[in-house]
């Protein structure tokens, strides 16, 4: 981000950004898209051999590693992305679109729904920047909204918005600034994947393969030591319940954890619904530090899901949740938290869901039945748990770094294209 020291501070007319290479001057001009933007339209039959990608959120993804090892296939054919073309899923519930670019470095297969174009008189990742990141363009997105559940962004309203652009230059000059910056976000997330990815596999020797008595890993102060109990999870539990059915509101005094809050074992509370209790009532449903949580209907891929409750305040779970108090000096809350987010373990627990159209399903009584738990002495728990605990800590502070970034760019986007107040004035 050499170029970052030509920035200067713009306090000139509206309809310039705030901060802009020194080199450029003048206002930018508002432009239709519908000369820059060229549609391709080219079909293949659905047993084409190019590879078939889904556009989605987080780039285009092979279909059959986004629907996990399988293609949906598409009745008829399928639309082809040329190298470096943009493609765009035009439907959204939320009204935020993203769009891709093809750089796989030859041909795929899309769904045929989806649009393919190419930038022509306007710079190819200046665009990229503007569609997905600027102001201006979330708001004319938005604004696409007609009624019904669904916003809808068809290519021809796509060419019809009307962007302020600078000259190709000043384009070709801040896409390379932001790009750099996606370059380094791209490289820090990459480096996140690899501690997950090392993380799972170290899971997988910590903990007995099936019918194993000893984990193929051990901690060296234990590897003398007994051999791993073995019994039935209800076993462990003191106390089992669903969580509240009561009607969730914004005002309420008590915030209910739901599914979402579930995320690698943990809870993020960051999106919160409450809930209006009775102190009686609060009182049978709430949480204790140490509470086990599993997520019991859900489709195939989400039920099954565990999280340990460890959070300051009161709170509830929703009712599709159930929770399990585990006795006391038996086996430590967090280290059953990591052995049964095990890919293992969590392959057994979706092994005890019943199947229905588009739900699955755990029944808590068979989940405390039928699954069985390995465990050794409270001390090597302690020792697997902390050793976990540290894998963690270098994952969250990963994380942590990739979010400044993303906030570092979102900062620099709002002050190098003009804020959509100054575009209206």
Same mark, same amino acid.
Request: proline share 5%; with cysteine.
């Given at each position: ?24 001057? *003048? ?26 990608? &889904? ?18 296939? !598409? ?17 959204? =519930? ?37 569609? !997905? ?24 309203? $796509?060419?019809?918005?009307? /962007? ?16 750099? @910056?996606?370059?380094? %976000? +791209? ?16 899971? #997988?020797?910590?903990?007995? +393969? ?9 901690? /060296? ?33 008590? /915030? ?6 579930? @995320? =690698?074992?943990?809870?993020?509370? *960051?999106?919160?619904?409450?809930? =209006? ?11 204790? &530090? ?30 599709? $949740?159930? %929770? ?12 059953? !938290?990591?052995?049964?987010? &095990? ?18 399903? %755990?029944?808590?009584? +068979? ?20 050793? $976990? ?10 994380? #942590? ?25």
């Amino acid at each position: 981000m050499s170029s970052k020291k030509n920035l200067l501070k713009q306090k000139g007319p509206v309809h310039v950004p705030r901060l802009r290479f020194r080199e450029f001057s *003048g206002r930018w001009k508002p432009t239709s898209l519908e000369g820059l933007l060229e549609v391709y339209i080219e079909r293949v039959p659905s047993e084409t051999s190019l590879r078939v990608y &889904s556009s989605s959120r987080t780039g285009l993804r092979p279909q059959d590693q986004y629907y996990d090892g399988s293609e949906l296939l !598409n009745e008829g054919e399928y639309r082809v992305v040329p190298c470096d073309c943009f493609v765009y899923r035009h439907m959204s =519930d939320d009204g935020v679109f993203k769009f891709n670019v093809n750089r796989t470095g030859a041909p795929i297969a899309v769904s045929k729904e989806y649009p393919v174009f190419r930038a022509q008189g306007v710079y190819p990742e200046f665009l990229f920047q503007i569609l !997905n990141e600027s102001q201006e363009f979330a708001r004319y997105a938005m604004a696409q909204k007609k009624g019904g559940t669904r916003t809808r962004l068809y290519f021809s309203t $796509l060419c019809a918005w009307k /962007p302020r652009l600078p000259s190709i230059q000043e384009q070709q000059k801040i896409a390379e600034c932001l790009s750099s @910056i996606d370059e380094l %976000i +791209a490289a820090e997330t990459r480096k996140l994947t690899a501690l997950k990815t090392y993380k799972k596999g170290l899971m #997988q020797q910590l903990f007995p +393969a099936e019918g194993k008595a000893v984990p193929q890993l051990r901690i /060296p102060a234990f590897r003398k030591a007994k051999d791993w109990k073995v019994c039935a999870f209800r076993e462990l539990v003191s106390r089992s319940f669903y969580g509240t059915s009561s009607r969730t509101s914004d005002s309420g005094a008590y /915030p209910v954890l739901r599914m979402g809050n579930m @995320i =690698d074992g943990s809870l993020d509370i *960051g999106d919160l619904t409450f809930i =209006d209790l009775t102190e009686g009532e609060f009182s049978k449903f709430e949480l204790m &530090s140490g509470d086990i949580l599993l997520n019991r209907t859900n489709s195939i891929d989400l039920v099954g899901k565990i999280s340990l409750f460890e959070l300051n305040g009161k709170y509830v779970a929703a009712s599709y $949740l159930v %929770i399990f108090r585990l006795k006391r000096g038996v086996i430590a809350p967090e280290f059953l !938290n990591y052995l049964l987010n &095990s890919d293992s373990y969590q392959k057994r627990i979706r092994g005890l869901a019943t199947r229905a159209i588009s739900q699955a399903n %755990i029944n808590p009584t +068979a989940f405390q039945e039928k699954l069985t738990v390995s465990f050794p002495s409270l001390p090597e728990q302690k020792s697997v748990s902390f050793f $976990l605990s540290s894998i963690d800590n270098l994952i969250r502070a990963q994380a #942590q770094d990739i979010d400044a970034l993303r906030i570092h760019k979102q900062g620099l986007i709002q002050q190098l294209f003009p804020v959509v107040e100054e575009v209206k004035s």
